[in-house]
């Protein structure tokens, strides 16, 4: 089975700060690990993904994430956040078990950025 | 442009009617999935089908339904029987190419039950 914790519902950065969402997940095989951003009222964009090439994956608008297996952990990071970051963003886990593709998705974390 | 379409936007409807939302997709892509969108829940998966004409149940199904009579199109109904209809809903679709999948999103339906 297949889980996804997002800590922290709402996280506030300064505009220019570092910008770190955390996700751990679990699985009982390698797992394919997603982030993806969600402005309000819209569909999710996907921001990166990682796919058991390389640990460190570098995404859209300058954001990051390292897989580290060890911890179970896909955090996302970004080192100067803007104001158009502002948004939520969910970690999603598929384990493509039988050829399916079912993601599971955290529950989110808003990023709020203050100027 | 390829992508997935969803309509309307905004749907209001009284207690007590069926409703159905819109997903279509000219990715050319097998698999078609919904899901139910509630503050500080993430996303729960409704339904998803992977080839024409079959569909599975997810976490949530109870008093939705749908069809998939064409690749290209999901509807989605959310009947009188779902006790809380209020949500924003998403369509996505996927393909797997070599082991890799990865999901598209539509721009979701918000739909609002009084």
């Known amino acids: 089975a297949q889980s996804v914790t997002q800590l922290g519902s709402h996280v506030s950065v300064s505009e220019g700060a570092l910008v770190l969402l955390r996700c751990n997940y679990s699985?009982?095989?390698?797992?394919?690990l997603f982030w993806y951003v969600q402005y309000p009222n819209q569909g999710l964009q996907l921001l990166l993904k990682y796919t058991s090439a390389a640990t460190l994956v570098k995404g859209i608008n300058g954001f990051e994430a390292e897989f580290k297996k060890s911890e179970t952990s896909f955090h996302l990071t970004k080192p100067s956040a803007h104001m158009s970051d502002a948004a939520e963003y969910f970690c999603a886990v598929s384990e493509g078990i039988g050829g399916s593709y079912i993601p599971t998705f955290g529950r989110g974390t808003s990023l709020i950025v203050h100027p | 442009d390829g992508g997935i379409t969803q309509s309307p936007k905004y749907l209001f409807r009284k207690e007590g009617q069926n409703v159905t939302l819109s997903c279509e997709q000219n990715l050319n892509h097998d698999a078609m999935y919904w899901y139910r969108q509630d503050p500080g829940q993430g996303l729960r998966l409704i339904y998803y089908?992977?080839?024409?004409?079959?569909?599975q149940k997810g976490d949530i199904a109870e008093g939705y339904s749908v069809s998939r009579e064409k690749k290209e199109s999901f509807p989605l109904t959310v009947t009188s029987a779902q006790k809380n209809p209020t949500a924003f809903y998403l369509c996505?679709?996927?393909?797997?190419?070599?082991?890799?999948?990865?999901?598209?999103f539509g721009p979701g339906t918000r739909l609002t039950v009084t």
């Open positions: 699985s009982s095989v390698p797992p394919y």
């Open positions: 996505a679709s996927s393909i797997t190419i070599q082991g890799e999948n990865e999901q598209y």
């Open positions: 089908s992977q080839i024409v004409n079959d569909f």
